[in-house]
């Protein structure tokens, strides 16, 4: 376990639907990321935030958003939800948003579109 | 861009059979190098941090080195828990703390 919750584990929604996914980091953590994992493209960093205040951003599209809470856990929103959206959605929280420091992983959230 | 890249994509080990990963990397600025254990269906689980050529880090069965063009994770008599997706990644660039991941060698391991 490595501290880091994602709620819900899987979620089946329709086509042009909007879901909000959550994170709660390790007791600690500033920094909070998520990636999606997909079967074809692996994983990819889609945001970082650190604090509170977006950091940096992969390649996340214009139709998903995020942002880290005063209590420091982290939702992302995906709307007008396409089939290719369908994967597993991990966040992962660290120490430090501007140091190196190993990122640990929560369970995912499995998004399955219809 | 980042880019990391892992061989073989698949392992098939005997129990005991000894066997190492490679992942090589092209990046401006390594500053660090990780790898991950996934079992499928759950998340990444890290294992090791390398920062430097020349540096070993040991746990239990495995051992990480790294180079300046790549990491190599070698399993030493695996057993078959050790049976999972074996993920490379690395952090570079001077402002710029995402991890960039290979696809991932499978290793299975049979009894």
């Known amino acids: 376990d490595s501290g880091v919750t994602q709620t819900p584990k899987h979620l089946i929604t329709a086509t042009g639907q909007r879901v909000t996914l959550r994170c709660s980091p390790r007791s600690g953590d500033l920094s909070v990321y998520w990636y999606q994992q997909s079967l074809d493209q692996g994983l990819q960093f889609l945001i970082q935030y650190y604090n509170g205040e977006e950091r940096a951003k992969g390649n996340i599209l214009e139709r998903f958003s995020a942002q880290q809470f005063p209590d420091l856990h982290s939702e992302l929103n995906l709307s007008s939800l396409e089939l290719g959206d369908s994967a597993l959605y991990f966040c992962?929280?660290?120490?430090?948003?501007?140091?190196?420091?190993?990122?640990?992983f929560g369970p995912g959230t499995r998004l399955t579109v219809t | 861009e980042d880019q990391v890249t892992q061989s073989p994509e698949a392992l098939r080990l005997q129990e005991g059979e000894s066997s190492s990963l490679n992942c090589s990397y092209t990046?401006?600025?390594?500053?660090?190098l990780f790898w991950y254990r996934q079992d499928p269906g759950k998340g990444p689980e890290f294992l090791f941090t390398l920062y430097s050529a020349g540096e070993e880090k040991e746990k239990e069965r495995l051992k990480a080195t790294l180079t300046k063009k790549e990491s190599f994770l070698h399993i030493t008599a695996p057993k078959p828990e050790d049976s999972a997706t074996y993920l490379c990644?690395?952090?570079?660039?001077?402002?710029?703390?995402?991890?960039?991941f290979g696809a991932g060698t499978t290793v299975t391991v049979r009894a």
């Open positions: 990644a690395v952090q570079a660039g001077s402002n710029d703390y995402k991890l960039s």
């Open positions: 992962a929280s660290s120490v430090s948003g501007t140091s190196t420091y190993e990122q640990y």
């Open positions: 990046v401006s600025g390594l500053r660090g």
